[in-house]
């Protein structure tokens, strides 16, 4: 059951779009940003946007196929979401090249801000926050795309610089309401702020999302008016959530209403006992935490310096407030990893496991464009899949596929050669026929994954951070290690 989807019919609209997210329904409903660009569309009364998800060829709201729209627009938010986009879209008929179709395909999200690894394939992105972009489809769809330009959105028609389009959170927004989302029943996704003021050295958003906080009495609005169509909980969302000034009455209210609430990642510094006293009241079970890493001197190279102490500090506290789980988030696959450093890891889960249930994911490094670490080489599969193995083993934390990760880091900074890679081997996600694949197109994947890297993407994208301040943020990195 949904509340708030369009009610428009296709025959209404003079431009006709097919809003696709590259995943089940369960994840589509689940992305705000997908939901907020499916609001921003059809608040144009010429245009009409249906969504579309990989488990059908048929629109949602209206059950037309894709070739009654007149534009396709994909939100895609993780990289290994392009090889599914193809195979759906090659299933349905629709070719692939972009000189092949006379319908527009225009990408958008996170997954694919650096273009280049699908610049063959797509014919335009929209590139950071798409509020001030995606309204404006209309007004360029209808030409030539040699002729698409303007400020956050990029064409490999034209190849012509730009940069990030950054909203100033001045907008309030609503989002369908849904029974069958990841998060349960009719949750409202709340936004409380955008971008990061950390600057992480792996991480995309941190460098470049300049962090925003929504103002709370565009907060309260968009609560009042999401729990009177039927909203039963709040999925908070944002890069650093508890970094909002009024976060703490914000979830003061909401437990003082028994309104049922789920945060992310949580910064140990606002751990205080009277947040976890909040938490506690609100019925929260489960703590998150994303120390990324155990061992002091990684800490300093990736730039996240939160202590050990205070990750087992946080199981003892959480447990007394009624917090029954821990879940904590390690990365792993950055160069020259030791066994000193897996052994911390392990060693700090097993003392939080003193206090407290914990669970968690261990993730592979892949490096994000834009980031001072688009420049580091990734660890080599085995030595990574060795220390995962290791780490399984003694903590039974959920592990990433490292050769998953390899594949997603070629999705991530890879040029246009890798968009022709992409084009041949996407009906098999796989890492050795992608391999192999590459060798026979004269490509080493080797060279993009350990060597030396070009960044061809910072010469046609520019982020609010300058290129020379991401390279020296590498730089520093490295005489950390050193």
Known sequence: MEIGATEKKASEGRLKVALLYPGTYKEAISSLGHLIVYELLNENPDVVAHRFTLESPFSIEENLPLKAYDVIVVSVHFEPQLPKLLSYLSRYGV???????????????????????????????????GEDTVPKLPDFVHLPPEDWKMKGFYSPWNDEPTSFSYHDFSRSYHHILSDSTAYGRFPLFLEVNRGCRFACRFCLIGWTQPQRNRKLSQIVEIMEEHFSRGAERVVFMGSDVLAHPHIDRILDDLAYFRIPFSLPSTRLDKLTDEFLSILGKAGVKTLTVAPETAYWKRKLFIAKLIDNESVVDAAKRARSYGIRKLKLYFMVGYPGTTEEEVKALIDLVKEARRYIMVTGTVSVFVPKPYTPFQYLPMERIEETARWLKLIKKETHLD????????????????????????????????????????????????????????????????????????????????????
Do not use: C
């Not at 990433?400 to 084009?423: C, F, T, V, W």
């Open 95 to 129: 070719p692939l090249r972009r000189e092949s179709r006379e319908t527009r395909i225009i990408l958008g999200g996170p997954g694919v801000w650096n273009p280049y690894p699908s610049s063959a394939f797509a014919d335009g992105y929209f590139i950071g926050d």
């Open 399 to 482: 592990v990433m596929n490292p050769k998953r990760a390899a594949l997603q880091a070629l999705l991530s900074i890879g040029d246009r050669r890798i968009s022709e890679l992409l084009l041949r081997a996407y009906k098999n996600f796989n890492y050795h026929y992608w391999k192999r694949a590459a060798s026979e197109m004269g490509i080493n994947i080797d060279d993009y994954l350990y060597g030396s890297r070009e960044t061809p993407w910072m010469e046609k994208i520019r982020t609010y951070v300058h290129p020379r301040g991401i390279k020296e943020g590498f730089e520093v990195a490295l005489e950390v290690m050193n």
